[in-house]
């Protein structure tokens, strides 16, 4: 769902890592060592509770801007750069009295009428590089099945205040949302500034079913950049 995150890069004060590949750094306070860490996403979930990973840091963009970005990792923690998708409900689906039909671009056929089963169906491959200065620092790939078995299935109201008619068009809620979950380890990075890419793999294109924009609405076949995060490595 490109549109919704494009559209969030000049909010003041967030790091949001766009899938046509822009980032904004945002400045922020050294966290406090604690046994128990703790993000709160916009609509007020603790996130680290929601993935199951309450003492691990986790790289978390609040994209509605109702609260700060989580950017902040101690080193020395295991951190997890968490990255999802979401696309439309199935079409024919009725909420609060609308009855759901999807919108793609002219020419488009997914293979799946359900726009998550047809993403979910189509990527192959997560590939994570960690970069400081512009040098690579870690660099992993990610297979279709770890990656599956990874990441967690919920829905956009789990983390977001819901509905948003802000992107042009309605999200729902019971929005379907898709979210990777992979860990890091800080130990090997130096304290400052550091940036993290990544790319994901699909064996054809796949559009989320929420307007009829190629451009911020699709993912292309191949490998491509879909987003990328700047992030803080600070003293325990």
Same mark, same amino acid.
């Given at each position: 769902?490109?549109?919704?995150?494009?559209?969030?890069?000049?909010?003041?004060? %967030?790091?949001? $890592?766009?899938?046509? #590949? @822009?980032?904004?750094?945002?400045?922020?306070?050294? /966290?406090?060592?604690? &046994?128990?860490?703790?993000?709160?996403?916009?609509?007020?979930?603790?996130?680290?509770?929601?993935?199951?990973?309450?003492?691990?840091?986790?790289?978390?963009?609040?994209?509605?801007?109702?609260?700060?970005?989580?950017?902040?990792?101690?080193?020395?923690?295991?951190?997890?750069?968490?990255?999802?998708?979401?696309?439309? %409900?199935?079409? $024919?689906?009725?909420? #609060? @009295?609308?009855?759901?039909?999807?919108?793609?671009? /002219?020419?488009?056929? &997914?293979?799946?009428?359900?726009?998550?089963?047809?993403?979910?169906?189509?990527?192959?491959?997560?590939?994570?590089?960690?970069?400081?200065?512009?040098?690579?620092?870690?660099?992993?790939?990610?297979?279709?099945?770890?990656?599956?078995?990874?990441?967690?299935?919920?829905?956009?109201?789990?983390?977001?205040?819901?509905?948003?008619?802000?992107?042009?068009?309605?999200?729902?809620?019971?929005?379907?949302?898709?979210?990777?979950?992979?860990?890091?380890?800080?130990?090997?990075?130096?304290?400052?500034?550091?940036?993290?890419?990544?790319?994901?793999?699909?064996?054809?294109?796949?559009?989320?079913?929420?307007?009829?924009?190629?451009?911020?609405?699709?993912?292309?076949?191949?490998?491509?950049?879909?987003?990328?995060?700047?992030?803080?490595?600070?003293?325990?």
């Amino acid at each position: 769902m490109l549109r919704f995150l494009t559209r969030l890069a000049a909010v003041p004060m %967030l790091a949001v $890592g766009v899938l046509a #590949g @822009g980032v904004l750094a945002v400045p922020h306070a050294a /966290a406090a060592a604690s &046994p128990v860490a703790r993000c709160l996403s916009d609509n007020g979930s603790n996130v680290n509770a929601y993935f199951g990973v309450p003492r691990a840091d986790v790289i978390w963009l609040n994209l509605q801007g109702v609260r700060p970005p989580c950017v902040t990792v101690i080193q020395g923690n295991t951190f997890y750069r968490t990255h999802g998708w979401l696309t439309q %409900l199935p079409p $024919g689906t009725v909420v #609060g @009295g609308e009855t759901i039909a999807t919108v793609y671009p /002219a020419g488009y056929q &997914p293979d799946h009428a359900a726009p998550m089963k047809d993403f979910l169906s189509k990527i192959v491959q997560a590939r994570y590089v960690v970069s400081r200065d512009g040098q690579v620092e870690t660099t992993r790939t990610v297979g279709r099945r770890q990656l599956l078995a990874r990441a967690k299935m919920g829905q956009f109201g789990d983390l977001f205040v819901a509905p948003d008619t802000s992107p042009g068009f309605t999200v729902h809620g019971s929005v379907p949302e898709w979210t990777t979950l992979e860990p890091f380890s800080s130990r090997s990075l130096p304290l400052g500034q550091h940036r993290i890419d990544i790319y994901w793999t699909l064996t054809k294109q796949h559009c989320d079913g929420f307007a009829s924009d190629a451009a911020s609405n699709c993912i292309p076949a191949g490998e491509s950049l879909s987003t990328s995060t700047v992030f803080d490595v600070v003293p325990r």
